[in-house]
Structure formats: structure tokens, C-alpha cells
């Protein structure tokens, strides 16, 4: 079992910046993808960033690529999501998710096994 607590959310400027932090317990090391995704209101969710423990590789969606950056901590069992001048289209509630190798390179949500509980976070203008 893997249990995931995002944290870190909140409201932000335009321009500004926020770190968001997913703290992962339980077998969490032995999973393969670490992915941030997140939800507008009205809208379904979409990926954003995904981290692989072990190529160390990275994905972004286009949306956030060159603004937010995704990196992780092995000794805390941590993984963030650095986002740097964030627009109000980044409104949403964003969602940490664990993943195994059929997680490798995708976007869909139905890849993850394993999700947080969500974090707000508003941009305004």
C-alpha cells in the first residue's frame, strides 16, 4: 500500500511562484512513475509532470514545459513540483499519483494505481 500526501498549495500571484511536495509512505520507492496532475474546475484531469525513479527522466506536458520543474528527494521519499511564473490557467486542484512501469511515458491517468488527496491552488492575476 502507498499512501500520498500532497502539500504546499495555496493562492499565488501571476508571475510568482510555488513549490508543491508530495510526501510518499509505505512501498512508495518500489513504484515506478511519480506523476503530478491536476483538475480546473468544470474540467477533467490532465497530467502535468511525471518523474521515473529509475532512468531518472522527466516529462512535462506542454502547457507548464520551461515553468514548472519536477524532481524528487530519495532520502525523504518526497517528490516536488517547482512551478515558476504560473498562470491563472494553472488554476486547479492538483493531485500527486504513484505509478508502475505501465506508467512509463503516460499522460493517462489510468495509468497511476495510487493517488493523494489533492491540493488547491489559485493563481490570480
Known amino acids: 500500500q502507498v499512501q500520498l500526501v500532497e502539500s504546499g498549495g495555496g493562492l499565488v500571484q501571476a508571475g510568482g511562484s510555488l513549490r508543491l511536495a508530495c510526501a510518499a509512505s509505505g512501498r512508495a520507492s518500489s513504484y515506478y512513475a511519480m506523476g503530478w496532475f491536476r483538475q480546473p474546475p468544470g474540467k477533467e484531469r490532465e497530467f502535468v509532470a511525471a518523474i521515473y525513479w529509475c532512468s531518472r527522466s522527466t516529462k512535462y506536458a506542454d502547457s507548464v514545459k520551461g515553468r514548472f520543474t519536477i524532481s524528487r528527494d530519495n532520502a525523504k521519499n518526497t517528490v516536488y513540483l517547482q512551478m515558476n511564473s504560473p498562470k491563472p490557467e494553472d488554476t486547479a486542484v492538483y493531485y500527486c499519483?504513484?505509478?508502475?512501469?505501465?506508467?512509463?511515458?503516460?499522460?493517462?491517468?489510468?495509468?497511476?494505481?495510487?493517488w493523494g488527496q489533492g491540493t488547491q491552488v489559485t493563481v490570480s492575476s
Open positions: 499519483a504513484a505509478g508502475g512501469s505501465i506508467a512509463y511515458g503516460s499522460v493517462a491517468p489510468l495509468s497511476y494505481d495510487y
